[in-house]
């Protein structure tokens, strides 16, 4: 069973930049393909990236394409979500989840993730 902790949420003014980590345990990510979604306020949850069991990055959300990069560290089974050039609209709160290789390839659609994290905070504010 694969568990999900997010952590590097936190305040951060216009243009500033932050990491989100998604720590996995309980099995290697080898297996799973890891997707980052947001739901700011008043927001539906979008995706925002989605890398592959093969640790590909597989696609980002326009607006966020060319300021966010997706990775991972295999040896330490951690999926990360750089974020450079922060705007307002990328208030939220931030959730990793995954979703076995055998199910689907893709981080699509969200309610095809079986395993989902408890989200982190993200406040971008002057």
């Known amino acids: 069973q694969l568990q999900l902790v997010e952590s590097g949420g936190g305040k951060v003014q216009p243009g500033g930049s932050l990491r989100l980590s998604c720590a996995a345990s309980?099995?290697?990510?080898?297996?799973?393909?890891i997707g980052w979604f947001r739901q700011g306020p008043g927001k539906e949850r979008e995706g925002v990236s989605c890398i592959g069991s093969s640790g590909s990055p597989l696609n980002y959300a326009d607006s966020v394409k060319g300021r966010f990069t997706i990775s991972r560290d295999i040896a330490m089974n951690t999926v990360f979500l750089e974020m450079n050039s922060l705007k307002p609209e990328d208030t939220g709160v931030y959730y990793c989840?995954?979703?076995?290789?055998?199910?689907?390839?893709?981080?699509?659609?969200?309610?095809?993730?079986?395993?989902w994290g408890q989200g982190t905070l993200v406040t971008v504010s002057s």
């Open positions: 989840a995954g979703v076995h290789l055998t199910v689907s390839t893709t981080c699509t659609p969200p309610d095809g993730m079986g395993y």
């Open positions: 309980g099995s290697s990510l080898d297996y799973y393909n």
